[in-house]
């Protein structure tokens, strides 16, 4: 990773796209990698830091090389680290920055908190962010998380246009805020809801809702508790994929 850092930082390196997947790179070296994002000459623009062994430890680095006016990155990824709250709050502070480039998030498992979904519904709202894709799945917040980025969803500074909550325990209680986010949003074009707590009864209102927007072109509602009883209704809107 010393190395690595060397060379993105050293005005040769013309490099855009990095997957480190699945390295047990540790905090360790995540600290040389933050050090080149910091750096004038660094090209980064995509970043995967996925499995990587990563602890909140890392992420006031990682936050710093975000807040960097240097910083070029657009997308990241650092799903299936063990950032927790403490981490996953330094990173949200740093997408505040005005014009900060990034656009899409990735943090997948990695034990998120339902304070953590409230701060990315604040982060949303603020009309500062310009991040178009986030995705949050497999962090277990259910419908208290969630709640905060319905009402985001439904702010027209908002320019989110793809959310992936897939396996947070997502339940009916939540369809109605979830309904009236879909339906004032300006920006949203896809939403996954896989892998969630979903039953028929949330069924006609999503339909309903999925066949009245113009701008939202699908929602993923696979591996939820339906049954074959509904499947003909969501038959009728194409959008809805089951």
């Known amino acids: ?128 962010s310009g991040l178009k894709s986030l995705s949050l799945g497999l962090n277990k917040v259910g419908d208290e998380g969630a709640k905060h980025l319905w009402v985001a969803l439904g702010n027209k500074r908002c320019r989110l246009e793809h959310l992936d909550i897939e396996m947070i325990r997502l339940t009916d209680a939540s369809i109605g805020d979830l309904s009236t986010a879909l339906t004032a949003s300006g920006s949203l074009k896809s939403l996954v809801l896989k892998n969630n707590l979903l039953t028929d009864t949330s069924v006609p209102t999503l339909v309903r809702v999925m066949q009245d927007s113009c701008i939202i072109q699908e929602i993923n509602l696979q591996y939820n508790d339906f049954s074959e009883d509904v499947f003909e209704l969501m038959d009728q809107c194409a959008k809805i994929k089951y």
Do not use: Y
């Open 1 to 128: 990773m010393k190395d690595l850092s060397t060379a993105l930082s050293s005005g040769q390196s013309q490099l855009r796209i990095l997957d480190l997947t699945q390295n047990q790179i540790t905090d360790h070296g995540v600290d040389w990698l933050v050090k080149a994002l910091q750096h004038p000459c660094c090209q980064l623009q995509n970043l995967s830091l996925l499995n990587n062994g990563l602890t909140a430890a890392c992420c006031a680095g990682v936050a710093a090389a975000m807040q960097s006016e240097c910083c070029k990155l657009t997308e990241l990824d650092l799903s299936v680290n063990e950032f927790g709250q403490e981490g996953a709050l330094q990173l949200i502070k740093a997408l505040s920055r005005p014009g900060h480039p990034m656009e899409k998030l990735r943090l997948v498992h990695c034990e998120l908190t339902p304070l953590v979904f409230k701060e990315f519904g604040v982060l949303l709202s603020n009309g500062i």
